[in-house]
């Protein structure tokens, strides 16, 4: 059964609404994608939602949509030395590769592949 509507209702999964009762009632309510977070949860969990979603579609004869949130780079800094510093809109701040703990004035980002990006589109006035 295809639904005639120019528009797409995207229902996002997680712990509360992944059993196949809570997908089910949930496409015949109007969802037409369901979203799968894939920084939440594990890799069994995130394919027996896809699963059951497959499932739902070939009882209903419906098709449904997955769209696949995949997570995006995570980068954390260094540590300071009084543990945490508040930083001060308008004051500088570097971020910079010297391995120490950080200051109000800056912190180690161990991150060599971004000051690399960065050295590659610096203009010197």
């Known amino acids: 059964m295809r639904r ?4 797409k209702i995207v229902a996002t999964l997680g712990p509360s609404s992944s059993d196949y009762e809570t ?5 015949l309510a109007g969802a037409d994608v369901f979203r799968l977070n ?3 949860g594990s890799h069994d969990e995130i394919a027996k939602r896809h699963q059951i979603i497959r499932q739902i579609e070939n009882e209903l004869d419906s098709p449904i949509a997955i769209l696949a949130d995949l997570q995006g780079p995570k980068l954390r800094v260094g540590e300071f030395a009084s543990g945490v510093e508040e930083l001060i809109v308008g004051e500088k ?3 910079d590769l ?15 592949e971004i000051f690399q990006a960065l050295m590659k589109v610096l ?3």
């Open 4 to 7: 005639q509507r120019n528009i």
């Open 23 to 27: 997908i089910k009632a949930l496409h």
């Open 38 to 40: 894939m920084s939440h």
């Open 93 to 95: 701040f570097r971020l």
């Open 98 to 112: 010297l391995d120490e703990k950080g200051s109000k004035n800056r912190v180690h980002l161990p991150h060599p």
């Open 123 to 125: 203009i010197y006035l």
